[in-house]
C-alpha cells in the first residue's frame, strides 16, 4: 500500500514539474513577438522622404523674367542641353546629320561659357553655331547673351527668331520665357522710316550708310535722338529728329540742297542808305566848297581891280595905293574868308566820302553757307502723323 502511494506521488510530482516547465515558456513565446513585430514601426518613414518635395523646387533656379522692370539677365542654358526636331520639321530640313553634330558642339560651348559669364565668346559660339543649322534655340540662347551685352536690338531679333515656329522646338517654359522678354526689350525700342528719292544720294542714320537713294529705310532703334543724313556731290542734308519714345515710330523724307539753296547773305546793320547818305553829304559839302572857291575868286578879281583903278587914279607923289584902305581890304578879306570856307567844306567833303566809303565797305553784302538743317527750319514743316499703330511726324518740304 505505502508503495503504491509512493508511485502515485511520483506521477503527481512528475506531472507537476512538467507542467511547471512548460508553464514559463508560454509567456516567451508571445514575448518574442512584439519584437518581430517592431520594423513595421518603421514603415511609415518612406512618405516622410522629401523625394516629391524636391522636385517642385527644381524650377526655382530659372528666374521668371515677367517679374522684373529689365529683361533678366542671370537665366542658365543646360550644359548638356540638346536640339529638339524630328526630321520632318521646318528648322531641320535639309540639314545633313554632319551638321546638326557640329552645330550641337558649339551650341553646349556656348552654353558652358554663358553660364561662366563670359557672354562675348558664348556669342561668338552661338553665331558659329548657327552657320551650321539655324535653330531656334541658338538664337534663344544667343539672346540670352546679348541681354548681358545691352544690345537690344539684337535681342530683339533673335527673340523673334527663336519663336517663329512657336513652341515646339523650344522647351515650353523657354518659349514662354521669350515671349516675355520680347515684352521688355520692346520698351528700349523705337521704329523709324526714311526715305529720299533723289537719286544717287547716299542715306545714313546715326552715321551708318543704309540705303542709296532712291529708297526707304525702315528699322528698330533705341529709344532717344537720331541723326539722319542724305549726301550728293552737290548736295547735303541732315536732319536730327527729337526724341523718340518706347514704342513710337517715326518717318522721315529727306530733301537735298544744292550749294546755291544753303548760300545766304547778310550785313552788318540793315540801315544800307546810311553810308551812302554820308557819301552824299559830302558830295554837297565838296560842291559848297567849289562854290566858296569860285566866289572867292571873284572877290580876289574885284580886290585886282580895284588896286589897279586906285593906282591909275593916285595923285600920290610917290605913287602907288593904299591897299588897307576900307574898300579893297574888305574885298580882300572876303576872298580871303570864302577860300578857307571853301578849303574847310573840301576837307569836310573828303572825310565824308572817305567815311561814307570805309561804312560802305564794311557793311557790304557777305555770303556764308547754312547747314541743311537750318534750310529745312525754313522750307521744311514737321507734321504730327497719327494713325492706328502709328506715332511721329513726317517731314516735308517746300521747294
Known amino acids: ?123 561668338n559660339k552661338y553665331r558659329a553655331a548657327l552657320k551650321h543649322w539655324n535653330h531656334p534655340a541658338i538664337h534663344y540662347n544667343l539672346a540670352l547673351a546679348l541681354l548681358n551685352l545691352d544690345q537690344p536690338i539684337e535681342v530683339y531679333e533673335q527673340l523673334n527668331q527663336a519663336i517663329i515656329y512657336g513652341a515646339a522646338p523650344l522647351a515650353t517654359d523657354k518659349f514662354e520665357h521669350a515671349k516675355e522678354y520680347l515684352l521688355l526689350v520692346e520698351k528700349q525700342l523705337a521704329d523709324i522710316e526714311v526715305s529720299c528719292d533723289k537719286i544717287g544720294a547716299k542715306v545714313s542714320v546715326d552715321g551708318k550708310e543704309v540705303f542709296i537713294a532712291p529708297g526707304r529705310f525702315a528699322q528698330k532703334v533705341r529709344v532717344g535722338k537720331h541723326t539722319f543724313y542724305a549726301d550728293k556731290q552737290g548736295y547735303n542734308a541732315r536732319i536730327t529728329a527729337p526724341y523718340i519714345g518706347p514704342g513710337e515710330k ?108 570805309v561804312l560802305a565797305w564794311i557793311n557790304r553784302r557777305e555770303s556764308y553757307q547754312i547747314q541743311a538743317e537750318q534750310l529745312s527750319e525754313e522750307h521744311v514743316s514737321v507734321t504730327p502723323v497719327i494713325a492706328p499703330g502709328l506715332a511721329g511726324a513726317m517731314v516735308q518740304g517746300r521747294f
Open 1 to 123: 500500500m505505502t508503495n503504491a502511494l509512493a508511485v502515485v506521488l511520483g506521477l503527481v510530482l512528475s506531472s507537476g514539474a512538467v507542467y511547471a516547465q512548460a508553464a514559463p515558456a508560454a509567456p516567451t513565446t508571445p514575448k518574442r513577438a512584439p519584437r518581430a513585430k517592431k520594423p513595421p514601426a518603421h514603415k511609415p518613414a518612406p512618405p516622410v522622404t522629401p523625394t516629391p518635395d524636391a522636385a517642385p523646387a527644381a524650377p526655382t533656379a530659372t528666374p521668371v523674367p515677367v517679374t522684373r522692370d529689365k529683361p533678366g539677365t542671370d537665366e542658365k542654358a543646360g550644359v548638356n542641353e540638346s536640339l529638339q526636331g524630328a526630321a520632318t520639321e521646318k528648322w531641320k530640313e535639309g540639314v545633313p546629320l554632319s551638321e546638326q553634330e557640329a552645330a550641337l558642339v558649339l551650341f553646349r560651348e556656348g552654353n558652358a561659357l554663358l553660364n561662366d559669364g563670359l557672354f562675348v565668346p558664348s556669342v
Open 250 to 357: 517715326f518717318r522721315i523724307e529727306l530733301k537735298l540742297y544744292t550749294a546755291e539753296e544753303l548760300t545766304r547773305y547778310r550785313r552788318k546793320w540793315d540801315r544800307t542808305w546810311v553810308p551812302y547818305a554820308v557819301m552824299g553829304a559830302g558830295v554837297v559839302a565838296g560842291i559848297a566848297g567849289g562854290a566858296l572857291e569860285l566866289s572867292a575868286n571873284a572877290s580876289f578879281k574885284d580886290y585886282d581891280k580895284a588896286v589897279a583903278a586906285c593906282n591909275a587914279n593916285n595923285d600920290m607923289p610917290n605913287g602907288g595905293c593904299n591897299v588897307d584902305a576900307p574898300g579893297l581890304q574888305a574885298k580882300r578879306d572876303s576872298g580871303n574868308s570864302k577860300r578857307t570856307a571853301g578849303f574847310v567844306m573840301y576837307g569836310v567833303a573828303g572825310g565824308a566820302l572817305i567815311t561814307g566809303a
